[in-house]
């Protein structure tokens, strides 16, 4: 007998390393979103110490949004076979483009957390700048070690549904090394992050939202 294997279609994320010069001038719009305190958490989920708007006007900012944000956009469109938005009908709205919507900065402290939430626009990004600890020391602590949900402490995770119906968790474990990875994903995906223990630095990351503009 002979088997066909058939994979039903759906939407995934997207990966990729930044470079050093690029994550050298994203620490520029960090600090200076630090010296303007433009407040971002109150339009936020997250149980976070901080989050601070990035003024995208930043000279600073130039290489990442026009170059390295239309290359993975592109990229994801490019695999996905369209834009992750169920009422956008090609034929109907011809004239269309991405924009970025939002930008910002969040600072996490150790106990804090982002519960289950999803982003509003089309696609979403994050980027890890700095991660204080280790995913697998994290997890092996005695909080954490003997629970029944393994692997979370510390972590960042998607959930979503699979063709049953059935809960699914995909885990980006954090450690030291993942600073400066981008991923890239659809905004309605729902996502978390987890706590984390036993240190006093920050975790650092960057994180923004693209939505459809509407061309006359």
Not at 47 to 60: C, E, G, P, V, W
Not at 135 to 149: A, D, F, G, V
Request: charged fraction near 20%.
């Amino acid at each position: 007998m002979e088997f066909k294997y058939v994979t039903l279609p759906n939407l995934g994320i997207i990966e990729t390393q930044l470079s050093e010069e690029i994550i050298k001038n994203l620490w520029v719009v960090i600090e200076d979103a630090k010296q303007n305190q433009v407040n971002h958490k109150k339009v936020l989920a997250g149980h976070i110490s901080s989050s601070l708007r990035i003024d995208q006007d930043s000279k600073y900012l130039k290489a990442f949004l026009e170059n390295v944000l239309p290359q993975i956009t592109s990229k994801y469109i490019e695999a996905y076979k369209g834009l992750p938005v169920r009422h956008l009908v090609s034929n109907q709205h011809p004239k269309i483009e991405l924009d970025l919507d939002s930008l910002w900065v969040n600072f996490q402290n150790k106990h804090e957390f982002n519960p289950i939430h999803s982003h509003g626009g089309a696609l979403s990004f994050v980027i890890w700048m700095k991660i204080p600890t280790s995913s697998n020391e994290q997890n092996n602590l005695p909080i954490s070690k003997n629970s029944s949900s393994k692997g979370l402490a510390s972590n960042f995770s998607f959930i979503y549904n699979d063709i049953l119906g059935t809960i699914r968790t995909f885990v980006y474990q954090m450690e030291k090394n993942i600073s400066g990875y981008m991923v890239m994903f659809p905004s309605s995906l729902h996502h978390q992050v987890c706590p984390y223990y036993e240190s006093d630095e920050s975790r650092i990351t960057i994180s923004g939202n693209l939505a459809l503009k509407y061309l006359v």
